[in-house]
T-cell receptor, first 114, second 114 residues
């Protein structure tokens, strides 16, 4: 069974810092990897989707990388802002018999203070 | 608003009662997913549909749970004889027919079983 781990569990930083959130997964046979943001009590907002054949994706101040062979992904947030405060979830897409299913980590709770 | 919608947003019920949740996906999306999220955890996959066909069910989906998607449009998730352990956020997501497409999530239905 695919296991997804996110480190750190929580992070508190001053505004303006560059951040790296880490995600690791146990089974490298993935279809894709998605990073989501979740605000308290709310649903998930998709940030970036990386296909299994890709190495990275960028959107604005966000950059996500994927190293499938080592089972790792990182989400880089440049010049963090208080509005970035949220929980960031990494999700790995299954393939084969689990195609379409997303396996989630527990998330990294980020607080950016002014 | 053309995003995924879920109703109700909150539901409080007594143990033993039946509850039903509704999800309306993005109109052109053929795939619809249900996940469950408990406090401090990432979402866990429950089931998914390709049009009206239910293609996979997680072992988390006990006999008390049933999901339908008549006519391949909206979906309902029913929980019979609710238990306190069913208290969670129930999330719905949809995507285009291809598995590599981004899953877009609704705001969720928060269930509290007393």
């Amino acid at each position: 069974k695919q296991e997804v781990t996110q480190i750190p569990a929580a992070l508190s930083v001053p505004e303006g810092e560059n951040l790296v959130l880490n995600c690791s997964f146990t089974d490298s046979a993935i279809y894709n990897l998605q990073w989501f943001r979740q605000d308290p009590g709310k649903g998930l907002t998709s940030l970036l989707l990386i296909q299994s054949s890709q190495r990275e994706q960028t959107s604005g101040r966000l950059n996500a990388s994927l190293d499938k062979s080592s089972g790792r992904s990182t989400l880089y947030i440049a010049a963090s802002q208080p509005g970035d405060s949220a929980t960031y979830l990494c999700a790995v897409g299954g393939r084969g018999s689990t195609l379409g299913r997303l396996y989630f980590g527990r998330g990294t709770q980020l607080t950016v203070w002014p | 608003d053309t995003g995924v919608s879920q109703n109700p947003r909150h539901k409080i019920t007594k143990r033993g009662q039946n509850v039903t949740f509704r999800c309306d996906p993005i109109s052109e999306h053929n795939r619809l997913y249900w996940y469950r999220q408990t406090l401090g955890q990432g979402p866990e996959f429950l089931t998914y549909f390709q049009n009206e066909a239910q293609l996979e069910k997680s072992r988390l989906l006990s006999d008390r749970f049933s999901a339908e998607r008549p006519k391949g449009s909206f979906s309902t998730l029913e929980i019979q004889r609710t238990e306190q352990g069913d208290s969670a956020m129930y999330l719905c997501a949809s995507s285009l027919s291809l598995a590599q497409e981004t899953q877009y999530f609704g705001p969720g239905t928060r269930l509290l079983v007393l």
